[in-house]
């Protein structure tokens, strides 16, 4: 499986940004699809994660109401539309699949495979 992230960029505080996750290979129908980030100095945390059967969502706190995870099935794409994005959202932001759909979707280490990442800078 390979997953291939973009959309990062610089954004002043307030602003938007839209990333995506193309997925390709051996996937299952049932998956899960989640977005992390990492900022410097600091460890990976969760920000949100989709079940594609289903699509039921879950979100971090810090970024509940900001952030929307969706997807699109026929291009195994999901999206990651961030508004009202804040200098604490500065990060590096991976996506991650699992072809078991009933793994703990918060913890980063059940994920077998990750993009490579991609940079959000949010200026204040």
């Known amino acids: 499986v390979q997953l291939q992230a973009s959309g990062g960029g610089l954004v002043q505080a307030g602003g938007s940004l839209r990333l995506s996750c193309a997925a390709s290979?051996?996937?299952?129908?049932?998956?899960?699809m989640g977005w992390f980030r990492q900022a410097p100095g600091k460890e990976r945390e969760f920000v949100t994660a989709i079940r594609w059967s289903g699509g039921s969502t879950l979100y971090a706190d810090s970024v509940k109401g900001r952030f929307t995870i969706s997807r699109d099935n026929a291009k195994n794409t999901v999206y990651l539309q961030m508004n009202s994005l804040k200098p604490d959202d500065t990060a590096v932001y991976y996506c991650?699949?699992?072809?078991?759909?009933?793994?703990?979707?918060?913890?980063?280490?059940?994920?077998?495979?990750w993009g490579q990442g991609t940079e959000v800078t949010v200026s204040s």
């Open positions: 991650a699949l699992d072809n078991n759909v009933y793994i703990d979707l918060r913890q980063s280490y059940l994920y077998d495979y």
């Open positions: 290979g051996r996937i299952f129908s049932r998956y899960v």
